[in-house]
């Protein structure tokens, strides 16, 4: 099997901080709760990144958990809130809460690019 497990994924994610990586795409690997926990204590120090898609991984599938899954989601909830870099997170089951919770950090990027528009320091960086 040569999808990406949770003990190299976890490696993966603490260079992550460091890194200029804006997309993170992990889809379709064999990564289940203790790889996502572990990438949401890191996400808030990956200030670079703007989009992670986790869909059709071991968390997420139709066999898993709602316990684990929702664990998970609100993990990555609380990681996401602190920090405006990221602007989507992508399960399999499109989680209404983690996709509310990443618009403001899309409002906030497309207004940063209108000209004139609200003053940059309302927003954090």
């Known amino acids: 099997d040569m999808r990406l497990q949770d003990q190299h994924f976890m490696a993966m994610v603490e260079t992550l901080p460091t890194s200029c990586l804006q997309l993170l795409n992990v889809q379709g690997n064999d990564i289940?709760?203790?790889g996502i926990l572990a990438l949401a204590a890191q996400l808030p120090r990956i200030k670079s990144l703007t989009e992670v898609v986790l869909e059709?991984?071991?968390?997420d599938s139709s066999y898993a958990p709602k316990e684990l899954y929702d664990e998970c989601?609100?993990?990555?909830?609380q990681g996401v809130a602190r920090n405006p870099s990221?602007?989507?997170v992508c399960t399999?089951?499109?989680d209404k809460e983690?996709?509310?919770c990443t618009h403001p950090n899309r409002v906030r990027r497309h207004i940063s690019t209108i000209p004139d528009s609200i003053p940059i320091g309302l927003w954090p960086l």
Do not use: H, K, V
């Open 32 to 34: 289940r709760a203790p």
């Open 56 to 59: 059709s991984n071991a968390f």
């Open 73 to 77: 989601i609100a993990a990555l909830i």
């Open 86 to 88: 990221i602007e989507w």
């Open 92 to 94: 399999s089951r499109l």
């Open 98 to 100: 983690l996709i509310y």
